[in-house]
């Protein structure tokens, strides 16, 4: 059986354009553009659902938390880079403070990740079913097709992803060692949105030092200002952290270092949340094309296919093994999908011209078809679910309806605002403290009073409006009696409950007091109770799909650990 390559060796140390099946300048004739239009009629489709699911869904916590960086003017942030921020201010720009503002940049990512991914599938394989199925594989798979349009700072990253890994694509096919600049400038965008694409480290590595060319590129500068651009462009996360004792740093490192013992109950979480959110046949279907691919790249040394297994396959089992021991977010390993869609199309192809038998590429064939299918009705029936549908399936276990109400609790404390006089409102935890900055959109000044190690180089929330008068404390229960009230002198005075629901179902109850005599210090001491943060890379109850990846932790473990993160400062 033959070995087809995706990369040729160049010629004389210089570029050689790659030709493996059709000449890319031919004009393909009607019957070959098909495919290509079905793709691009079902991506038009998808994104007007997807623009429709984020005009109509209310904003999730983590969204509006991140909207509120959009308006700082921090050079980076204790959670996570500035991209996700940058990437909410683009939108806004063009749709001002709405939900699809909000959503819009997440929109834009998943349409230019798709255009990278068929170029990508076009240069490798020149073919017109393959570019189709892999910009078809994201609509099919719902963490992509849908919940894409729900901003987060992977959402940020992943377009970068994607373009670093078509810039060494570019490289590996015409040996211009210019494309490695492009690719250290891709890199340090991703770096500017999340961490963890630090995990494409070893595909990289292995990219570069597993061909024969390794010696080529070593001595070759181009690698080494490869870095020194990423360094650069990620320079602002870096003097950021320098300024606050690498906050954030060690705010991840907790997460990265954590171990809680054996749990299949996370492990379990792990596994459902891919085949969930990637999909129950797309999932086998991409690891199957990994796997394929790896042994194909490895086996000959050929860098495009090193590079395109590695990154999915050891981020993959990274997690795997991370989830014996904690519960790994839902939208940690999102970033290497997109990757691996590439992989198992242009898999595809590479079956064909390797000989394999009739019948086994007709099952390759017929369980990407399914995958696609399935995948893409899957999405849908959610998007129905969650836009048109009055049901609540699964109770306060509901990804969105778990972070739904909070319209309710705000109703609640304008009433409040209104019979006492008060001037501005205070909470305990960062998710309140986001959405209630986001519904009263600057109205009134709103203050989280604890985990002030979040909100440093903010802006002032207003204090000419705070100092000296009443306050509105909404905390949610049982937060509401946390022991760090007996370090705060303020006087509390009870004004009742609000509830918050979703389809009929209680969510979350909230306090309400009126606060007096009192002036929240918005820059505490690093050691006081105030200023510290929730450890949150905590071992969690599992939660379905899309739900948070940061709910409230077990007491005791966080606990524990913030007596560790305290003893860190």
Not at 45 to 60: C, D, F, G, K, Q
Not at 190 to 204: C, D, E, G, Q, R
Request: aromatic share 12%; proline share 6%; with cysteine.
């Amino acid at each position: 059986m033959t070995v087809p390559t995706l990369t040729p060796p160049p010629k004389s140390g210089k570029s050689a354009a790659v030709t493996l099946a059709l000449d890319i300048t031919a004009k393909p004739d009607g019957a070959s553009r098909r495919p290509l239009v079905v793709a691009a009629l079902v991506i038009a489709a998808m994104t007007v659902l997807r623009i429709v699911y984020a005009s109509s869904i209310e904003l999730r916590t983590d969204e509006a938390y991140y909207w509120t960086w959009s308006k700082e003017g921090a050079l980076s942030f204790l959670d996570h880079p500035p991209g996700i921020a940058w990437l909410i201010r683009f939108g806004t720009a063009i749709f001002g403070d709405t939900v699809l503002g909000v959503r819009f940049g997440g929109i834009v990512a998943m349409l230019v990740t798709q255009c990278l991914l068929a170029d990508i599938v076009r240069r490798l394989t020149h073919d017109v079913r393959a570019i189709a199925i892999a910009v078809l594989m994201p609509e099919a798979a719902l963490y992509y097709g849908l919940l894409m349009a729900k901003v987060a700072p992977d959402v940020a990253m992943i377009p970068f992803a994607v373009a670093m890994m078509w810039s060494l694509v570019r490289l590996a096919q015409s040996g211009d060692g210019r494309w490695w600049l492009a690719a250290g400038l891709f890199a340090g965008l991703s770096l500017l949105s999340k961490f963890t694409v630090i995990m494409f480290a070893p595909a990289v590595a292995a990219f570069l030092l597993v061909p024969d060319w390794r010696w080529r590129w070593l001595r070759s500068p181009y690698p080494y200002l490869a870095v020194l651009i990423a360094i650069a462009v990620f320079s602002p996360v870096l003097i950021w952290n320098a300024q606050h004792d690498w906050a954030s740093v060690r705010f991840q490192g907790v997460r990265a270092t954590a171990n809680y013992g054996i749990s299949l109950r996370t492990l379990g979480d792990y596994i459902g949340l891919q085949f969930g959110l990637v999909g129950f046949v797309m999932l086998p279907v991409v690891l199957s094309g990994l796997v394929m691919t790896a042994w194909r790249g490895y086996r000959s040394r050929e860098p495009v296919a090193i590079l395109l297994s590695t990154a999915v396959l050891v981020p993959f089992v990274y997690f795997l093994f991370k989830s014996l021991t904690l519960r790994v977010g839902d939208t940690w390993p999102m970033f290497m999908w997109p990757t691996g869609f590439a992989a198992a199309a242009v898999n595809l192809v590479l079956m064909q011209r390797e000989g394999w038998s009739a019948r086994t590429l007709r099952s390759g064939i017929f369980w990407m078809n399914t995958a696609l299918v399935s995948g893409i009705a899957f999405v849908v029936i959610v998007f129905l679910y969650y836009v048109a549908a009055p049901w609540n399936f699964l109770g306060r276990m509901d990804p969105i309806g778990a972070e739904a109400g909070f319209e309710q609790v705000a109703a609640r404390a304008q009433v409040a605002l209104d019979e006492t006089g008060a001037t501005w409102i205070a909470t305990t935890d960062y998710r309140t403290y986001a959405m209630m900055r986001w519904l009263f959109r600057g109205r009134v000044p709103v203050v989280e009073i604890n985990e002030r190690g979040r909100f440093q180089d903010f802006r002032d929330p207003g204090m000419d409006r705070i100092k000296g008068h009443a306050g509105l404390y909404i905390g949610r229960q049982p937060d509401d009696h946390a022991p760090m009230w007996d370090s705060i002198p303020a006087r509390r005075e009870s004004l009742g409950e609000a509830e918050r629901r979703w389809r009929g179902v209680l969510i979350d109850t909230y306090t309400l007091d009126k606060l007096t005599g009192w002036t929240p210090e918005l820059s505490p001491p690093k050691d006081s109770p105030l200023f510290q943060w929730r450890v949150l890379a905590l071992r969690a109850t599992p939660r379905p799909l899309s739900a948070a990846a940061d709910r409230s932790p077990d007491p005791t473990a966080s606990a524990a650990a913030a007596r560790r993160m305290a003893a860190a400062w």
